[in-house]
């Protein structure tokens, strides 16, 4: 049929484009203009009489305005006061306030043993604070490198775990869990617990396997695991005049978030809004800072980077999410998702088919790509859809997906986050993939196996 040949030449070509470093948000864009048009050609309207602009060519360009408008009156919007709220959390110096104070309680670990699975487990939690993979892995090789070389850790045990601190810790603040839930129809903090019941099992047994299995590297390489590292090669991160009371600031969105759930259950009519939550939580952080300064215009000057970091969010995840969304309209337009479910519909596991198909290609994904979000992003608009052909609930197929897309990156040559860590050790890619294959990949099959052992069919 040609409607599936051309989504796969579409298609494998955007992926191409993706894994060797291309825009992603404008590959998707393009490879979805493509399907639009095509989709004309053959015979099938986007929009119905009277309702597009009159010309099938423009049709296509008032199809990707109406994702755009769409995806940022909802999520997106969300997303982009996240984004904007995290940048100003970094301007103040709350962020690293909060990472020190998180760090300080490591100094009193004196068990070696203990403590790899510990600092695995406490950089998780601080990707709470700094989501960022690739922006904690630095403050982390700053701060903790030196600390755990000075208790006679090697070196690649050291970067293997600093590598896979920002994994999937449960979090009502993510991207992905605000346009996950969003998609599916859940309330936010439902999609979180259920998220927490796989991602914190999961992330337990990752922390024990590092244990085991660094323990192993360390046997096997001996000396060579131990690579001498001069403080310069490290980033030092600017020091911070901020008060230690400043470490709540970054967890203020989450702990009104928290409040008001617990409120509601109790008083009702009472709602969550993530968005008019973060903003409250930002003029809070606002007044604590003139205070504190007692100088209004200089407050306000640091408080601009609120709506920097919104355009930030927009460019680097709303746009991403769009395209995506796109992409799936252009998809669906060609009929392509009915082809799609035929062959597990009549299956009698069709549900834990699905899942693995979805799984299986996140994580290749991620591989090839160094960060599974994008596929993730590109086909979470597919997924009710899919699910309900398969007779399933959607979450069966989101949420392992979400995680494994975040889990791995920690296994791609290509990862920002592996080169990072790599090139401030002095080592190659290589050397630090080893010591997160195996953590990674235990990982990835906990996640799967308690996805379907778990999640609501």
Not at 44 to 69: H, R
Not at 76 to 95: D, E, H, K, P, R
Not at 343 to 352: D, K, L
Request: aromatic fraction near 8%; proline fraction near 4%; glycine fraction near 8%.
């Amino acid at each position: 049929m040609i409607e599936v040949f051309l989504v796969l030449l579409v298609l494998t070509a955007v992926a191409y484009l993706i894994i060797k470093n291309y825009h992603p948000a404008l590959s998707l864009i393009v490879g979805a203009l493509i399907l639009l048009l095509c989709s004309i050609i053959l015979g099938n309207p986007l929009y119905p009489q009277g309702k597009g602009t009159g010309l099938a060519f423009f049709d296509i360009f008032l199809k990707l305005k109406d994702t755009i408008i769409s995806q940022v009156t909802g999520a997106g919007i969300v997303i982009m006061v996240l984004f904007g709220y995290s940048g100003y959390m970094n301007t103040i110096g709350a962020n690293q306030v909060a990472v020190n104070l998180l760090v300080e309680p490591l100094k009193k670990v004196k068990s070696k043993t203990l403590f790899v699975p510990i600092v695995f487990l406490v950089g998780n939690l601080m990707s709470l604070v700094i989501p960022s993979a690739s922006s904690l892995a630095i403050i982390l090789m700053a701060i903790l490198y030196p600390m755990l070389a000075g208790m006679g850790i090697s070196s690649l045990t050291a970067a293997g775990v600093i590598a896979m601190t920002a994994t999937v810790m449960p979090t009502p603040l993510g991207a992905d869990y605000v346009i996950a839930s969003g998609t599916l129809n859940y309330p936010l903090m439902d999609y979180v617990i259920w998220h927490a019941k796989i991602s914190i099992p999961t992330l337990l047994v990752i922390a024990v396997t590092h244990y085991f299995w660094q323990k192993h590297c360390d046997k096997i390489e001996g000396e060579e695991a131990f690579i001498s590292l001069d403080e310069v090669d490290l980033v030092n991160q600017k020091a911070v005049d901020a008060p230690k009371g400043y470490a709540i600031l970054p967890l203020l969105p989450l702990m009104l978030i928290l409040g008001v759930g617990i409120t509601g259950m109790f008083i009702k009519g009472v709602t969550m809004d993530i968005f008019v939550l973060t903003v409250i939580a930002f003029f809070v952080s606002v007044l604590i800072e003139t205070l504190r300064h007692r100088s209004y215009k200089k407050v306000q000057e640091s408080a601009s980077e609120m709506f920097k970091g919104m355009g930030q969010g927009f460019s680097q995840v709303v746009m991403l999410v769009v395209a995506g969304s796109l992409f799936t309209t252009a998809v669906q337009s060609l009929g392509i998702i009915d082809h799609l479910m035929s062959s597990v519909q009549t299956s009698n596991s069709a549900g834990i088919v699905t899942t693995l198909i979805f799984s299986g290609a996140t994580t290749l994904f991620g591989i090839l790509s160094g960060g599974g979000l994008a596929m993730f992003y590109a086909v979470i608009e597919l997924i009710p859809n899919i699910a309900s052909k398969a007779g399933i609930d959607g979450i069966l197929i989101a949420l392992p997906m979400q995680m494994i897309a975040n889990l791995a990156r920690t296994i791609s040559p290509v990862a920002a986050v592996v080169m990072i860590v790599a090139s401030t050790v002095g080592t190659s890619p290589v050397r630090i993939l080893k010591r997160t294959s195996v953590p990674t990949i235990i990982g990835i099959l906990c996640v799967v196996i308690l996805s379907i052992l778990l999640l609501p069919y």
